[in-house]
């Protein structure tokens, strides 16, 4: 178990430096190296940092609970073959809401500086995860009536050889709503620019615009373990059979997530940032293609 | 419809615990606090690393960043509608939410005034209409009961006469 | 082979609902290509021996709704439309809802259906169905009339997968019976719409029931 942790908590940044070079590569760059996220989080941990004098003790607390919250979601899912530490029926919510939790504190934190470019950073992406924790629940329920279980390693039980050939539509369609989810809890592009620097064009960046020094390190930090923990939970689903060995598992399953980050680095090249009431449909569409997913799994059941 | 929902409910509610025993309550109740003592370890490490962390280097307070603009002032703060904005125009065809904008002049306006409303649909569709009516009707029988005593006796007597008629006509 | 049935059928769905979406009048017409393809490989799919019946209907409908029909559809655009945006009356996320809600429907009512034979998969009629609704959908919430073209196309699509349920006792002379009104259709209607925007200036068919004043 603690070799799974460190895995995890060791292995994350180097995801967002995949999708780094694939961005690179689509635009003919060099880009940075895949260890810049390291490079950062050090560097910013050696920094001082600066408080504003608006801010109260929630400020300082927001990275703590967001890095803490995120990690003990990462006990909460199996990855790869490996099971998860701690499991119990109806964990899928407890896994929903620490992400909840996390997103609170982060969006409290911003009101406290009380500056009118976190709040609009922060009431968006309060409208945004108000959508999508709707869908990412509608994803759960056709998972939990596919493996009959409510416990998110129960769910993986359902994606076994033989239900990928009964169920592969329900499961495909599953599958691309978890990867739209993914891009809207990421804040990737679809939704939101990373590295956008437009104050107005910010909504993840725009909430975290204060922080400085250890704080930033450790906020950077979690959004690479959320990466990390959310897309393990797709590519597990998406892995149709489990090794007995679990070295070889944990392998293919950490390419099976370089996979992944470089997925998210074409579609981060391919598109560009919607219009804020587009992502309303886009999000929208991820939801009814994930109830279609359940109309099959219920029509197939009975 | 509403059979196939019906079915549908039963078999997403059909796996579920089977008999609830002591042992099976107590159970989630481990495991979350499996989780709580987890949460709050992480934290205090986290806590304890980042203490550690500042005490190395500077701290120092100043005022808001935001992307160096000018020095916030309470009339540029986020209100409650402000942070409320977003989620509303999502479910515009929900809520009914409306923007009103009053500014003079079109391309440099010297003041601008710009308020937001949404209807309380439960008040609106619901109980205002619910209480127009009651008030009418409410309205309607107080002339029925003025409480003057010749009313009174009139209808003590048209109630006599209507048990009469009922006793022995029918 | 029923498994990529499945598949075929669940994303002709999928870009129904896509269609549902899409805004500008160029993805309108390549999603409706997609979706054609995709429906003409779709009786090689259905198991059975591979005869010259099946061979000309995958052929035609590739000939006709892939390269004919957007040929057809994209010259009547680059004609006739100033603006490519075409968005619809209620607004695109209540499209979508409702879309979904059709699908819905359509699982619903083809639970209802009982057939004398087992049809080739479990998902056929609804997902014929759900296309028929959703084109259906398409036809009568958007303004611009091309996209109400395309939504009667999609409509026929979802005839056509109907259709295939009776594959192997439909004579060809039906088939192509069903080709023929397709395409008499589309030409009828693009030749209308270039006569619209001639008289007009716009094929924004909701401007069209009032009268605009004399035109020389």
Redo the contacts between chains.
Sequence with gaps: MVARMLVCMVFSPFLLGVIGKTKALFAGRKGPPYLQLYYDIFKLLQKGSVYSRTTTWIFRAAPLVSVTAVLVAAFLIPLGSLRAPIQFWGDVILFAYLFGLARFFMILAALDTGSSFEGMGASREAAFSCLSEIALFLNFAVLAVLSKSFSLSGMIGACSWFSWTTMRPSLVLVDLSCFMILLVENSRIPIDDPATHLELTMIHEGMVLDHSGPDLAFILYAGAIKFFVLGGFLITLLLPFHFYNPAMGTVVFLLGMVFLAAAVGVVESAMARLRLNRVSTFIIGSFVLASFGLMIALARAF | ?VL?SL??AQ??TA???EQVQIGTLL??VL??S??FG??FL??IL??LA?TF??G????????????GYAP?SPR???TAS??????L??FK?VTSFKIHAVRSGNYFPKNLELSSNVTDASEHFIFRPFYVTLRKFSKGTLKLQSGTIPQSLFYILLATVALLIWRFLW | MLLGLDMALAVIVILAICLLGAVRLGSIIRLFVFQSFVMATIPLMLGGEVHIHKLVIVLGTVVLKVIFIPTMLFWAVRHVSIRRYAPGFFGIGANLLLGGFLVGLSFFLSSGIVLTEKPFSDLLIPSAFSTLFIGFLLLISRTKAITQVVGYLVMENGIFLFALLLLETTPLLVELGIFLDIFVGVFIMSIVINRIQNEFDHTDTSRLTAPEGEKG
């Design positions: 419809m196939f079915g549908s078999f997403l796996a579920g615990p159970k989630p495991s979350l499996k989780v987890v949460f992480v934290l986290l806590t980042r962390l500042a190395r280097a500077s701290q120092r307070r100043a005022e808001t960043w935001a992307c916030s540029m703060q986020t402000s942070f409320a904005k977003p989620v125009l999502f065809s």
